[in-house]
């Protein structure tokens, strides 16, 4: 139950970043642009112009979090760098494709749980210009008023010219870490056969 909250948390935060990165905006700027669009994609679903059933919401999504997440860098860290080299280019790819498909998952039926959500970008304590890796902190509050901090790591991409979402940190959970944990714990139960913890991956996960 622990670990299927902190997934679809983990869906959330992530989604509150997507959107178009403009080469020129700042890890800030970024935070507070994106999170005007991602709404607009949650309102569209409640208007019944995307859909869950169909398929149409998650590809909106999928399509958005492809732009802003690093999913290479995420994947490399939760297989953990002596499997990664050890895995094909197929394997890496089939195992990144596993990964986004069940956050999209988890995040596309969880979703009709969350309420509506009051965010806030907490300014920067530092002077950030120049920095290639920093910290954005934000603040979400709930319609039950919890409040969330949430620190993503972020770092500038030279080859896209963007800031790209490196890993997250929620109330001091390290999502990352959390992630590889369960690759591990998977990878164990499934007698390190990797291709056995990407093709069951969503499976074990659904079941936690």
Request: hydrophobic residues 45%; positive net charge.
């Amino acid at each position: 139950m622990i670990k299927q909250l902190v997934s679809s948390i983990a869906v959330l935060t992530l989604l509150v970043l997507a959107g178009n990165v403009l080469a020129q905006s700042s890890a800030h700027q970024l935070l507070s642009e994106v999170t005007v669009q991602v709404n607009s994609a949650i309102e569209a679903r409640k208007a019944g112009e995307l859909s869950v059933e169909d398929g149409s919401f998650q590809k909106r999504i999928s399509a958005i979090l492809e732009r802003v997440v690093s999913f290479d860098f995420i994947v490399r860290n939760v297989m953990g760098k002596s499997i990664y080299q050890k895995a094909t280019p197929a394997q890496r790819q089939a195992f990144a494709e596993a990964f986004k498909h069940n956050l999209i998952s988890t995040y596309s039926k969880a979703m009709v749980n969350f309420g509506d959500l009051k965010i806030k970008v907490l300014p920067p304590k530092e002077d950030v210009s120049g920095k290639n890796r920093l910290v954005v902190s934000q603040e979400v509050i709930n319609d039950k008023q919890d409040v969330y901090l949430i620190n993503y790591s972020m770092g500038f991409s030279r080859k896209s010219k963007s800031w790209k979402v490196l890993n997250v940190v929620l109330n001091g959970v390290n999502l990352g870490n959390t992630f590889a944990g369960q690759f591990r714990s998977a990878m164990a139960k499934n007698s390190n056969n990797l291709d056995a913890v990407i093709a069951n991956w969503g499976q074990n996960k659904a079941k936690k």
